[in-house]
Antibody, heavy 122, light 108 residues
């Protein structure tokens, strides 16, 4: 059974940093494209970042480019999102999500974690 | 960036009724690369439809998707009590991947 478990969220001051983790089970994370998708309180969904399943190519939304870094550790079957220079508008529930495809650009999301909440406030 | 606009914002219907949700794209979505998700309060989104009309594993056949180009539709043939939720469309035909703002289906 595919499971995704996010952790690492919390309260951080503007300008601060946080690293989110997403532990995967039931499949080999490095074989699939993986994404982070966020949802601000009471708002809709926003794709944030992705890493391809094959070569580890990374992709970012313009709103986080240069501040966030996506990576993965195959030995731990875990996905990460390093978030630097955090802003109030980064406050959201952050989901990790699995792509159904092993190759190609990230597409849609067939499995989602339960999310981890990031609050950026002084 | 492709902007997806969903309508209506809220749909008030009774169990047993038919629900028709629309998703319009600001540019043509290549190869009908459009997905639909259902989200209930406090839960993660759940994939319903991919490729505009393909039903995801375990999704009841009362859910169907259609459309191409810039105009897509999610239809729920007969609403069950568990179908009252927020629905999002998402395009994956071009980068960045984008979502619509959502349609809430509420009990009338």
């Amino acid at each position: 059974e595919v499971q995704l478990l996010e952790s690492g969220g919390g309260l951080v001051q503007p300008g601060g940093s946080l690293r989110l983790s997403c532990a995967a089970s039931g499949f080999t994370l490095s074989s699939y494209a993986m994404s982070w998708v966020r949802q601000a309180p009471g708002k809709g969904l926003e794709w944030v970042s992705a890493i391809s399943g094959s070569g580890g190519t990374t992709y970012y939304a313009d709103s986080v480019k240069g501040r966030f870094t996506i990576s993965r550790d195959s030995s731990k079957n875990t996905l990460y999102l390093q978030m630097n220079s955090l802003r109030a508008e980064d406050t959201a529930l952050y989901y990790c999500a699995k792509d159904p495809r092993k190759v190609g650009l990230p597409s849609y999301f067939d499995y989602w974690g339960q999310g981890t909440l990031v609050t950026v406030s002084s | 960036e492709i902007v997806l606009t969903q309508s209506p914002g809220t749909l008030s219907l009774s169990p047993g009724e038919r629900a028709t949700l629309s998703c319009w794209a600001s540019q043509s979505v290549s190869s009908s690369h459009l997905a639909w998700y259902q989200q209930k309060p406090g839960l993660a989104p759940r994939l319903l439809i991919y490729g505009a009309s393909g039903r995801a594993t375990g999704i009841p056949d009362r859910f169907s998707g259609s459309g191409s180009g810039t105009d897509f539709t999610l239809t729920i043939s007969r609403l069950e009590p568990e179908d009252f939720a927020v629905y999002y469309c998402q395009q994956y035909g071009s980068s960045p991947r984008t979502f619509g703002q959502g349609t809430k289906v509420e009990i009338k």
